[in-house]
């Protein structure tokens, strides 16, 4: 921890000498309205490709926070944890160079615990579910993550050209049994190319590439007893062959490569339409050694994503008036290993389809903003469909989904002085279950059949969240822009309450 503490320390001292603390004329109104753009985080796709971000602002900012966290779920799914309690150390940036040249950056650092994991040894559960290691016992997870990210775009002549690259990596581990120590590392590289070909009318694409891999282990100190350790194969099925009980150490990898691939159409810098597809494609491997002394390949998980958004702008006057649709999907396939155990010598006998996952999103959202010399409000409606298909084919075991979700969100900033501004943010979201059907093969182990039945029951639940958000900047002679944060967070699921909440304190330049 004091290594990654050091190292964080010198990244962020990097960062803020490269940092010009320069301030112009414009207020603290201004400032915050361009640095907390609406319509920007309304269509944040739109900046994906590096190439774009020359459009990103009109001016140059920057900011650096800490926060505290806590999460207190009643209702959960138990691979995820009750909630999660810690801090976070934050900063990005965003440097004008000049009207052709833009710069940015980002570094944080978070140090929590994540409560009542259970039946599920894995970190990222949702990227690399349901090849993950199981047992019944579980326990809290202590964790560290860190992050650094930057970018680079220039504009030459009619073209713009931008390359970003980005490193995470988290460290989890537990001190009592089963004692686990997890590390993941998430290397990615994109670059882009723009050409305003007619007038205001451009045409841009990117390509990005990932390396992702998670080394987990777990270990028993205790030689009193030890509970089952499943190697889960989806929908409570585990192979037999790579799960034991007594057993001291388990030692698993996923390793994945994937590339994404992306184009858009848009008039004047995106303020007027545009039109984006991206496509990407990950295979993910699992290999696993337990008492052996090697590792043998258990499951191949590939992924296919596709996502379409379109979103048309119309201005009068102070009114700005948007609509957005936007549609994903994600199709999953995992392919998984046999082998023989002939006196402790492993052969692959074959290697098949036996599991997939098929989502579908559909959402529709409007855009309102009202742009004043002392205030600014802001509110986004949003209607989606989606449908989750979930099948094992050996032995068969599926489950199927389908929700709609309605939920707007509304934001107001009030100058108060020259000096002073204040922003109020709130959102409801409330999300109907439709359909919920199930299939599911029982196992041969009690607790897997329990957490099968509480997971279902979750998934088929209605979820009405609600949201609300208070900050307060204050600016200074001769110094940055002070904030304080507050946000609150509930949600109401099967008659119950789970909260969230948090306080951040920085400051911006």
């Not at 019944?136 to 775009?153: C, H, K, M």
């Not at 994600?330 to 074959?350: A, P, V």
Request: hydrophobic residues 35%; proline residues 1%; positive net charge.
């Amino acid at each position: 921890m004091l290594k990654t503490i050091k190292i964080f320390q010198l990244t962020l001292i990097l960062c803020t000498s490269c940092i010009t603390l320069a301030q112009d004329s414009l207020s603290l109104f201004q400032n915050f309205k361009n640095q907390y753009n609406i319509e920007r985080s309304f269509k944040q796709k739109f900046y994906y490709n590096p190439a774009n971000m020359l459009d990103y602002s009109l001016s140059s900012f920057s900011q650096l926070n800490v926060s505290s966290f806590s999460q207190k779920d009643k209702v959960y799914r138990q691979q995820k944890g009750s909630g999660e309690k810690g801090f976070g150390v934050y900063t990005n940036s965003f440097q004008k160079l000049n009207n052709q040249k833009v710069l940015w950056g980002s570094a944080s650092y978070e140090n929590l615990k994540i409560n009542h994991v259970k039946l599920n040894e894995n970190l990222d559960y949702d990227r690399v579910a349901p090849y993950i290691t199981s047992d019944s016992v579980g326990g809290n997870i202590d964790i560290e993550r860190y992050q650094f990210l930057g970018g680079y775009a220039q504009k030459i002549d009619q073209f713009s050209l931008g390359a970003e690259v980005g490193y995470k990596a988290q460290l989890g581990s537990r001190s009592r049994d089963p004692r686990l120590e997890n590390t993941t590392s998430e290397l990615k590289a994109k670059i882009g190319l723009g050409y305003n070909f007619y007038k205001d009318i451009s045409i841009d694409a990117f390509v990005e590439g990932e390396k992702y891999q998670q080394n987990s282990t777990i270990r028993f100190a205790s030689q009193l007893g030890q509970p089952a350790v499943y190697q889960m194969t989806g929908l409570g099925i585990y192979n037999n062959l790579f799960s034991s009980g007594g057993t001291s150490s388990f030692n698993s990898v996923n390793e994945e490569y994937s590339y994404k691939v992306g184009g858009k159409i848009a008039n004047k810098g995106g303020k007027d339409f545009y039109l984006l597809v991206q496509y990407g494609k990950a295979n993910m491997k699992r290999s696993f050694k337990g008492t052996t002394n090697r590792f043998y390949y258990s499951a191949d998980l590939n992924n296919d994503l596709l996502n379409m958004q379109a979103a048309k702008f119309f201005k009068l006057n102070n009114h700005k008036i948007g609509v957005q649709a936007d549609y994903f999907s994600r199709n999953t396939e995992g392919l998984e290993y046999g082998y023989t155990n002939n006196k402790g010598l492993f052969q692959q006998i074959y290697k098949r389809l036996s599991y997939k996952r098929d989502e579908e999103n559909m959402t529709l959202s409007l855009f309102y903003s009202l742009d004043k010399e002392h205030f600014r409000l802001s509110f986004v409606p949003y209607f989606s469909y989606q449908e989750i298909k979930e099948q094992r084919l050996f032995p068969y075991s599926g489950q199927k989904f389908e929700y709609n979700v309605f939920g707007a969100k509304v934001n107001y900033l009030q100058k108060l002085t020259n000096n002073q501004t204040i922003s109020f943010e709130s959102f409801i979201d409330y999300k109907s279950v439709i359909s919920a059907k199930n299939l599911l093969a029982s196992a041969n182990a009690s607790s897997i059949n329990d957490w099968l039945i509480q997971d279902f029951n979750y998934l088929s639940s209605d979820i009405t969240t609600i949201g609300a958000n208070l900050r307060y900047d204050l600016k200074l002679d001769k110094l940055p822009t002070f904030f304080i944060n507050g946000s609150f967070i509930q949600s109401n699921i099967q008659s119950k309450y789970n909260n969230y909440s948090s306080v951040s304190l920085g400051i911006t330049f």
